[in-house]
């Protein structure tokens, strides 16, 4: 059979004709909001199938939540000391280099 080799874990219904039974599941969770990744689970079928059987049924998907990558740490910041201000006449002092007052 053309269908043993196993790609991306679709090696169920990929590549074959869609059933009644399938068009009525898609129908059935493309209403109730499912998202494309897990009809594409359920039907055993890839997300490219999946969009495109839809699109020709009239269906919309439900578009997938954008990937958001989380803020940078900040602990390393945080762990600095803020640098010391120095005032003018530590700046301006001269060291007493023979022990004068």
């Known amino acids: 059979m053309a269908y043993a080799t196993k790609s991306a874990g679709y090696a169920r219904n990929a590549g074959k004709r869609w059933r009644g039974e399938d068009v009525k599941l898609l129908k059935a969770l493309a209403r109730q909001g499912a998202s494309l ?6 039907l055993g079928r890839p997300d490219s199938a ?22 940078p740490s900040r602990t390393l910041t945080r762990l600095r000391r803020p640098a010391q201000r120095m005032d003018f006449e530590t700046l301006t002092r001269q060291p007493d280099l023979f022990g004068h007052a």
């Open 37 to 42: 990744r897990l009809i594409s689970l359920k």
């Open 50 to 71: 999946i969009r495109t059987k839809a699109a020709a049924l009239g269906l919309t998907l439900k578009a997938p939540a954008p990937m958001v990558a989380p803020p």
